[in-house]
C-alpha cells in the first residue's frame, strides 16, 4: 500500500507542479455550470433538482478523463521513465493503482466543487438530497470506467495526442451506443443490448435517483477489464519473445483473459434480473407500494400487463417507454410467476394489431411531429392493456401521460403516476373478476349469520319475515358448507342466551317501535361476522327473497378485499328548472359526467334514486352533489342510510349556477329544498352566503368597458374572487382526503361551520378553509365591476377572515327524524305536519312518482354507530362539469385536483386508504421558489464566482503544502525486481 500511494502522491505533484491541474478543473466547472444554467436552462424549468448537472456528467467525465489520463503512460514512455517505474520494488499492478488513484482523487475533487449547485438547489426549493448522493456516487464509478479506459490507452502509445484523442474515441462509443438516437435503428431486441453497454443509458436510471446493482456492476466491472489490460500492456513490455518464455506468457494472459470473461459472465447473468435497486428518493418514486405488492402477491389467475408502444412515435414520448418497461418488470417480479409482462410493436405484426384493434378496441393516436424543414403526422400506439380473466382494462395515452408547460415555452412531458394508474386498473379486473364462492372457498374462518328477531312482539305484517331469511340463509349454507353458519336469536325468549342490553353493548342494537304511540318495540335485525368483523344489516323496505340475499351478499363483499366497492351517486339531474329571459323552460348547463367517470377508475359507481325511502345496502358509500328539491322520502332515505354507519359524502352548496337571462351570461339561483336542516341537525351549518377570496383562481367573465361612447362587452380572464383557491397552508395534512394536494378551486362556496357542542365526542377536521383576507357576500351578482373596483371587481364588506369550506366528521349521530311522525305517515295525513322535518313543507317541494316498492322501511334507527362517517363540502359547483371545464381551459390540468379531492373523500368515506397512498405520490415534483430575473442572475453568478474561488484556493494550499515539505528523492529506493520469466 505504501509503495501506491507513493506513486499516487507523486502523480498529483506532477498535477499541481504546473497550471495543468487548475487548467483541467476550470474548464470542467466551466462547462458544468453552462450546461446547468444554459443548456438545461435550470431557471426556466421550475424544478428543484440537479438532473441536468447528472444528465451531462456522462459526456462531460469523457473529456475530463481524457485530459487527465492522456500523459500517464505516454509521457512516461517518451520521456524513458517507464523503464525505471518498472525496476520499483512495486507490482505492476501497484503502478497502475497508483496511477488510478491519483486521476480518482482530482476527479473527487472536481465533483466536490460542483456543490455549491445542490446547494443553490436547497436554497431556492425543498431539494430531495437523496438522488444528488447516489448522482455524486455514480459519477465517481462512471469516472473510474473513463480513467481505466485512458489508462489503457495511455499505455499503448508514447504520444499525449494520440492517448487524448482515442481516449475520447473509445469513451464516445461506449456513451454513444446505448442513446436512442442509435438505438432507435435497430429493433427493441438490439435497443435493448445496445443500452446496456451504454454507459450514458446506465446512467439514465441513477439521473432519476434510482441506485440499480446492475449498473453499478457494470461501472465496475468496466474499470477492472481496463485496469487488466492496463496491467497485461505494461507486462507485455517486460517479457521476452523466446521459445522459454512462451508458457508464461500463456499463463498470463490466460489468466487475464479469464478474469474478464468472468465480469462479462457476471453482468450478463444480472442483466435479466430485475429489483436489485435502491430507491434514494424521499417519497420512493420509484418503488412498487406495499399495496401494489399485497395485490400481485394475492392473485388466483394469471395476470397480463402487456404495453402496445410504436418504436416510432413522438419524440417527447420516446424516452418514457423504458420506464413503462422497467415498471412492468417489477410488477412481473411482484407476481411470482401470474404476472406476464411485455412491451410490443403492433405496427410490425398485423396479428397483433389486428388484436389490439378489434378485441380490447385500441387505436393508434396521431401525433404531430415537427422538423426544421417539414412537419408531419405520426400514428402510433401508447396504450397498456390490463386483463385477468375476462375482464380488461386499457390505459391510453391521455390516462398514462402529464404535459406540463415550462416558463420558456416549452413543455415537460412525463408519467403522471403509472404505478396507481397499473395498480387502480389491476385492482379493478381482479376484483371484477372474482366471485362470492371463490370468496367463501379462501376463508380459513366461516362466516356467522345470526337473525336477532322478538317473536313476541313483532307487527303482523313482518311475520313472515323472518322465515324468508331462514330460507335464504339455509340456501346459502347449504352452497358454502361449513364456511356459512347461521343462528336465531330472540333476546326477549325465556330461554334467550343474550339479553337486550348485550345487544346494544356488544353491536349497538336498539329495538324498534311497533308504532309512534305504542310502548311495545321489537328486534329484527341480521348480525354477520367475518373475519373478526361485525356489522349490522338492518331490515329495508322490500323484504323479500332477492332483496334479503342481495343485501346478505353485500356486506360479505363490503368487508373482503376482493371486490370492487359501490358508490352510490346522486345528482339533481332533471329538477334544476331554469327559464330564459321569455319565460320558457331552459336547460341546465350542470353535468357530473366528469367526476362520475373520476370515480369508476377505482370504483363501481351507480346512480342511486331516493324515491322509495330507502339506500341500498349494496351501497357502500353515498354521495351527493348539488342535493335540491328534495322529498321528505329522499332525505329520510340519507339520514337513515348514515343511521345504520353508512358513510356518505355531500357536496352542498347553497347557491347553483344558472343563465342569467338579464345579463345573458351566469348567475347565481339559491337552491331550494336541500339538506341544509338535516346538516344543522348533525350540527354542521352550512350559511347562506358566499366566500370571496383574493387569493383566487381565473375565470372568464364578461367585462364591460366604453369604447367611443359606446358600451363594449368583452370576455376575459380574470381573478375571480368567487373562484376560491385553497393552498396546501389552508388544508388539513393530516387527513387523507386532503393530504396529498397542492391546491383545490371552491367555486361559489358557502361556509360550513362546526357546531362545537353538538360535535362533542366525535373525530371532527376542518378539511379546507380560505385566506385570512377572505370576506362573505349575500349579493346573487357575480359580474364583476372592474371600474369601480379595479383589483377585485366586487367591494371588500365585512370583516375579513379564513372561513371553513369543507369539514369531515366520524361518530355517533342522532337521527334527524327522532320523535317525529315517518314521511310516510306525513304523506297519508295528506297535509303538511307542524313537525315536518324539511326545509320546505312536502306540498312545497315536487313530490316524485313512487317507486316500484316504496313501502315504508321496517322502524327507525335512532342512532349511528360511531363507525358513520360524514363530508361535507360548501360548494356543489366545484366539481360541476361545466366549471371544470372552464378551469381546464385555463389552466391546464389543475382542474384534476378537484376531482382528485372528491376521489380522496371516497377513498376515507370507504376506508379504502391504500390506492390513496400511492396516488399520494404521484406529482412528487418539488418546485422552485418564484424568483425574478435579477435573483436569478444573481445566484448564477455566485455560482461561477465561488467555482473561481474554489480553484484560487485549491492553487494556493497546495503551492504552500508543496513549500512546506522536502524534495522526495527515488532514486536511493531503486533496486531491481526481476519478474518471473524475465
Same mark, same amino acid.
Given at each position: ?85 518498472? =525496476? ?42 437523496? !438522488? ?41 462509443v461506449f456513451y454513444l451506443i446505448g442513446t436512442d438516437g ?136 420516446? !424516452? ?124 380459513? =374462518? ?13 307487527? !303482523? ?251 363594449? +362587452? ?137 317507486? !316500484? ?84 442572475? =444573481? ?21 504552500? +503544502? ?19 520469466g524475465d
Amino acid at each position: 500500500m505504501r509503495q501506491i500511494l507513493s506513486l499516487t502522491r507523486k502523480e498529483l505533484d506532477s498535477y499541481f507542479g504546473s497550471p495543468m491541474a487548475l487548467i483541467f478543473l476550470g474548464a470542467f466547472l466551466a462547462a458544468t455550470l453552462f450546461a446547468f444554467f444554459w443548456v438545461d436552462t435550470f431557471f426556466a424549468r421550475g424544478i428543484a433538482d440537479v438532473r441536468p448537472l447528472f444528465r451531462w456528467m456522462p459526456l462531460l467525465l469523457i473529456f475530463l478523463l481524457a485530459a487527465l489520463t492522456m500523459r500517464q503512460w505516454s509521457e512516461e514512455q517518451r520521456s524513458g521513465t517507464l523503464e525505471m517505474l518498472l =525496476t520499483l520494488p512495486a507490482t505492476t499492478g501497484q503502478l497502475v493503482l497508483g496511477k488510478f488513484l491519483a486521476v480518482m482523487l482530482l476527479v473527487a475533487l472536481a465533483l466536490l466543487l460542483t456543490l455549491p449547485l445542490p446547494i443553490t438547489v436547497s436554497q431556492l426549493g425543498n431539494l430531495d438530497w437523496g !438522488p444528488v448522493l447516489s448522482g455524486y456516487l455514480a459519477a465517481l464509478l462512471l469516472a473510474a470506467a473513463y480513467a481505466a479506459i485512458g489508462l489503457f490507452v495511455s499505455s499503448r502509445t508514447d504520444n499525449q495526442i494520440v492517448a487524448l484523442l482515442l481516449t475520447i474515441l473509445l469513451g464516445g462509443v461506449f456513451y454513444l451506443i446505448g442513446t436512442d438516437g442509435l438505438a432507435d435503428f435497430a429493433n427493441r431486441d438490439i435497443a435493448q443490448i445496445l443500452r446496456a453497454f451504454g454507459t450514458g443509458s446506465r446512467f439514465s436510471s441513477i439521473e432519476r435517483g434510482v441506485l440499480d446493482l446492475r449498473d453499478l456492476l457494470y461501472y465496475l466491472s468496466l474499470t477492472g477489464i481496463f485496469l487488466m489490460l492496463n496491467v497485461l500492456s505494461l507486462q507485455s513490455l517486460r517479457w521476452s519473445q523466446g521459445e522459454r518464455s512462451r508458457p508464461f506468457r500463456r499463463r498470463e494472459s490466460l489468466v487475464s483473459g479469464l478474469v474478464i470473461a468472468n465480469l462479462l459472465l457476471v453482468n450478463a447473468w444480472l442483466y435479466p434480473i430485475y429489483g436489485l435497486r435502491a430507491d434514494t428518493t424521499a417519497a420512493r418514486e420509484y418503488t412498487l407500494s406495499a399495496t401494489t405488492k399485497n395485490l400481485l402477491a394475492n392473485l388466483q389467475e394469471p395476470l397480463q400487463l402487456r404495453a402496445y408502444i410504436s418504436k416510432k412515435t413522438h419524440p417527447l414520448l420516446a !424516452p418514457l417507454a423504458p420506464q413503462i418497461e422497467d415498471m412492468l418488470q417489477e410488477y412481473a417480479l411482484a407476481g411470482r410467476g401470474l404476472v406476464t409482462a411485455d412491451v410490443v410493436d403492433p405496427t410490425g405484426d398485423a396479428d397483433l394489431e389486428n388484436e389490439a384493434n378489434q378485441t380490447y378496441g385500441i387505436q393508434p393516436t396521431p401525433f404531430q411531429v415537427s422538423g426544421r424543414y417539414e412537419a408531419s403526422v405520426i400514428n402510433s400506439y401508447f396504450d397498456i392493456l390490463v386483463r385477468y380473466g375476462n375482464q380488461h382494462v386499457v390505459l391510453n395515452f391521455g390516462d398514462l401521460i402529464d404535459v406540463k408547460p415550462n416558463r420558456d415555452g416549452t413543455i415537460d412531458v412525463s408519467l403522471r403516476n403509472l404505478e396507481y394508474d397499473l395498480t387502480r386498473s389491476v385492482k379493478k379486473v381482479v376484483y371484477g373478476f372474482q366471485s362470492l364462492d371463490t370468496l367463501l372457498a379462501s376463508l380459513t =374462518t366461516p362466516i356467522k349469520l345470526t337473525l336477532v328477531v322478538s317473536q313476541k312482539t313483532l307487527p !303482523p305484517d313482518l311475520a313472515s319475515v323472518p322465515d324468508t331469511i331462514e330460507k335464504v340463509a339455509k340456501a346459502m349454507q347449504e352452497k358454502a358448507g361449513d364456511k356459512f353458519v347461521y343462528t336465531v336469536v330472540d333476546p326477549d325468549a325465556p330461554d334467550a342466551t343474550i339479553s337486550r342490553q348485550q345487544l346494544a353493548d356488544s353491536y349497538g342494537l336498539q329495538p324498534f317501535a311497533v308504532s309512534i304511540f305504542s310502548p311495545d318495540t321489537f328486534y329484527l335485525d341480521m348480525v354477520l361476522e367475518m373475519e373478526g368483523k361485525t356489522q349490522v344489516i338492518y331490515p329495508g323496505a322490500d323484504m323479500n327473497e332477492a332483496t334479503i340475499r342481495s343485501d346478505i351478499e353485500a356486506v360479505i363483499k363490503r368487508n373482503s378485499s376482493g371486490f370492487l366497492r359501490a358508490i352510490g351517486l346522486w345528482t339533481p339531474q332533471g329538477r334544476q328548472n331554469t327559464t330564459d329571459m321569455f319565460g320558457q323552460p331552459q336547460q341546465s348547463i350542470s353535468g357530473w359526467q366528469m367526476l362520475s367517470q373520476q370515480l369508476s377508475n377505482d370504483y363501481q359507481v351507480e346512480s342511486i334514486d331516493l324515491t322509495n325511502g330507502h339506500v341500498p345496502d349494496s351501497i357502500d358509500a353515498l354521495v351527493l352533489v348539488g342535493p335540491e328539491q328534495m322529498s321528505d322520502k329522499e332525505i329520510y332515505a340519507v339520514d337513515q342510510y348514515l343511521m345504520r354507519g353508512g358513510s356518505v359524502m355531500i357536496a352542498a352548496g347553497n347557491y347553483r349556477v344558472a343563465p342569467d337571462p338579464a345579463s345573458g351570461g351566469l348567475g347565481l339561483t339559491p337552491v331550494d329544498g336541500g339538506l341544509r336542516e338535516m346538516l344543522a341537525s348533525y350540527g354542521i351549518d352550512i350559511q347562506q352566503s358566499l366566500v370571496l377570496d383574493p387569493q383566487n383562481a381565473s375565470f372568464p367573465v364578461t367585462v364591460s368597458r366604453a369604447v367611443g361612447g359606446f358600451s363594449v +362587452r368583452d370576455i376575459q380572464a380574470l381573478n375571480y374572487p368567487f373562484f376560491v383557491d385553497v393552498r396546501p397552508d389552508g388544508m388539513d395534512h393530516t387527513h387523507p382526503a386532503t393530504a396529498n394536494l397542492t391546491a383545490v378551486t371552491m367555486a361559489f362556496a358557502s361556509p360550513v361551520v362546526l357546531d362545537e357542542a353538538k360535535n362533542a365526542g366525535r373525530s371532527t377536521s376542518v378539511l379546507l378553509h380560505s385566506s385570512a383576507d377572505a370576506w362573505l357576500r349575500t349579493d346573487q351578482n357575480i359580474q364583476p365591476d372592474m371600474q369601480t373596483y379595479p383589483d377585485l371587481g366586487f367591494p371588500v364588506e365585512g370583516e375579513q377572515k379564513s372561513y371553513p369550506l369543507a369539514v369531515s366528521v366520524q361518530g355517533t349521530f342522532q337521527s334527524f327524524f327522532k320523535g317525529k311522525p315517518s314521511p310516510w305517515q306525513a304523506a297519508a295525513d295528506n297535509s303538511p305536519t307542524e313537525n315536518s322535518p324539511t326545509e320546505n313543507s312536502t306540498l312545497a317541494a315536487p313530490t316524485p312518482t313512487p317507486a !316500484p316498492g316504496d313501502t315504508q322501511p321496517v322502524g327507525l334507527v335512532e342512532e349511528s354507530p360511531d363507525s358513520a362517517r360524514l363530508i361535507v363540502f360548501g360548494s356543489s359547483e366545484f366539481v360541476d362539469d361545466a366549471i371544470l371545464q372552464l378551469s381546464q381551459a385555463l389552466s391546464a390540468d389543475s382542474y384534476l385536483n378537484n376531482l382528485m379531492l372528491a376521489q380522496n373523500g371516497v377513498d376515507w368515506a370507504v376506508e379504502d386508504l391504500d390506492l390513496l397512498s400511492i396516488r399520494a405520490r404521484g406529482d412528487s415534483t418539488r418546485l422552485l421558489k418564484p424568483l425574478s430575473q435579477g435573483e436569478e442572475s =444573481t445566484w448564477e453568478i455566485m455560482n461561477y464566482l465561488f467555482a473561481l474561488l474554489s480553484l484560487l484556493v485549491v492553487a494556493g494550499v497546495w503551492r504552500w +503544502r508543496r513549500s512546506r515539505e522536502t524534495p522526495m528523492v527515488l532514486a536511493p529506493t531503486l533496486t531491481p525486481h526481476p519478474e518471473p520469466g524475465d
